[in-house]
Every structure is written in C-alpha cells, then in structure tokens.
C-alpha cells in the first residue's frame, strides 16, 4: 500500500463505489487535494460529485480504493473511528440547511464546538464571529423558524466554519441562495479558506461557483474527465469536442 504525497491532505487512488441499488456511484476515480487549497468536484446532477465527497469524508465506506487524510488511511477505519474524524477535523455543508429547531442560531452554530468540549462561552464567540461574516449576526438569539430559508443555509455554513476544520467539504453549498447571496457566501468561504488555512472540497454544476475553486475536477457518470477540443471533421460538422476519462 503506497503512502500519499506529502503535501497532499486528502488523496484518493482507484475509488470504486456502489449504491445500494446496484448502480454504480464511482468507478475508479484518482485525486489529491492540497492543503489550503480549494477543489471544486464539477459535473452534471448524478455525476457522482455527492459521493465523492462522501467518500472522501469517511460518511460511508467505500466499495475498493483507498482514502488517506493527512497521511493516514481512512478506508481501513471502522465506523466509529470515522464518526470521530468527521467531528474533531472535517465540517460539512448540505445543500438544504438542517439546523435543529430547539436551539436558537447561536447555539446551532456553536453546536459542533461544544460536541468537541469546547465551552459554551467559547463556542459562542466563535459561532457569534462567523454568524457576523455571513451577516446573520442579528439573528443569533431567534429560532430557526423564524428565519428565511437562506438566512437558514448561512448559519448553516457558520456552523460549519466556526469549529475550524481541518477539510471542509461542501455539497452544492449555494444552491438555495439567490445569485446576489450566493456572491456573498462564496467570498466569505473563500476568504475563510485562506485566511484559516482551510482546505475546501467543494461539489458544484455551476461554472461561477467552480470559478471560485483554485482547481477544477470533473466528474461524468462516475469518472473523472476532462474535454479534449478537436477540429470540426467534415462528416461530423458541428461536433467540436468531446469527454474522455482520465
């Protein structure tokens, strides 16, 4: 079993993953993710970007393969092992925000620091900062309820980020915010990233929100891609590109 690079902090070989169903999620896909850096997982709806990320993360087990996190094997880990992984060093972002309706917004945010033992004064300041950059501050003491559905994703992502992890994967992170804050969110992620050295796996089908990303990788049924550009053929007039796995 050959180890990782060492300034990758996520490194994948050969990720084969199966649904339950029997179709296939991923067929043997490669990658290293850099520390810091910010990766976009691109690709159409059923492409495989949610499972890899799942992968990735350690939220299930893969099929074959092998995952690595900072130079240590996660696909040999049991299913506790992984539940601590996923709550000392990984946030996550869904793409509907769940938030627990007993707790006021502070306290959801604060919520995965105070999991790890972190005192309630300190998780709420850290929550409170986070809530602040992604102007739902004002909102700390209401109940999740009363708020919008994207004042509902934006503490969402706070209280994704207020606990400082090490990889923060987000899964289509700002498909429920209107374009104008879903500008907004992705500066502050992007910001938050480099500024805290946080490393994002980021799984989008929009091109800007790919922008954002310091690296692009595609996914197509499962594979990675990339599109090689040809010269229109004359008995294949119009057909100027086309998708090869990699």
Do not use: Y
């Amino acid at each position: 079993m050959e180890a990782p690079p060492d300034n990758d902090v996520l490194w994948a070989r050969s990720l084969h993953f199966t649904h339950r169903d029997g179709s296939p999620g991923l067929t043997g896909v490669s990658l290293g993710v850099r520390e810091g850096e910010i990766l976009a997982v691109s690709g159409p709806r059923g492409s495989g970007k949610t499972t890899l990320l799942r992968c990735l993360s350690g939220l299930v087990p893969i099929g074959a393969g092998e995952v690595w996190f900072n130079s240590s094997p996660v696909h040999t880990l049991g299913p506790m092992a992984r539940e601590r992984l996923r709550r000392d060093r990984f946030g996550w972002i869904d793409p509907e925000p769940v938030l627990v309706p007993e707790l006021n917004v502070w306290e959801n945010a604060a919520l995965p620091l105070m999991l790890r033992g972190a005192g309630r004064r300190r998780a709420k300041v850290a929550a409170l900062e986070w809530l602040e950059r992604l102007d739902v501050g004002d909102k700390a003491r209401a109940r999740p309820h009363r708020l919008r559905h994207a004042e509902r994703q934006r503490v969402a992502i706070a209280r994704a980020l207020a606990p400082g992890p090490t990889v923060l994967f987000a899964d289509e992170p700002t498909a429920p915010l209107h374009r104008a804050d879903r500008t907004h969110v992705l500066r502050t992620l992007a910001t938050a990233a480099r500024s805290h050295g946080i490393t994002v796996v980021l799984a989008t089908h929009d091109p800007d929100t790919a922008a954002l990303a310091d690296r692009t990788v595609a996914l197509l049924d499962g594979r990675r891609v990339h599109t090689v550009h040809l010269p229109d053929a004359p008995d294949a007039e119009g057909r100027a590109a086309c998708s090869l796995s990699v």
